[in-house]
């Protein structure tokens, strides 16, 4: 599957699990599944989409709130994420 067709899947997946109609785990199985357009950005990338999902999925065995995070600041991290892995992708599609 091309990188944009599966970074547009991940879209969608963040947008559901924020909306509720996705747990952290089928976000986690999403993020697995796009691997090769993770793994197409720089190393940070990669490893700050792995710290998010690891959060969310601690969260989601928590229930809830945690006194350490909680689930608004992990999808702000998530849009923050998104915004700069666009532009990454965007910018190598051009060159």
């Keep these: ?3 944009k067709a599966l970074f ?3 879209t969608v997946a963040a947008a559901e699990l924020r909306a509720g ?3 952290a785990r089928a976000f986690a199985q999403t993020v697995a599944d796009a691997a090769p357009v993770i793994a197409s950005l720089p190393p940070a990338y990669e490893r ?3 710290n998010i999902v690891t959060r969310l999925e601690s969260a ?3 229930g809830g709130e945690s006194c350490s995070f909680s689930h608004t600041e ?3 991290a998530l849009d923050v994420w998104f915004s700069k892995a666009a532009e990454k992708l965007e910018l190598s ?3």
Excluded: T
Aim: charged share 25%.
């Design 1 to 3: 599957m091309q990188h």
């Design 8 to 10: 547009d899947q991940l």
């Design 21 to 23: 109609r996705c747990d």
């Design 48 to 50: 700050a989409m792995s």
């Design 60 to 62: 989601a065995m928590f």
């Design 74 to 76: 992990l999808y702000d």
């Design 93 to 95: 599609a051009v060159r």
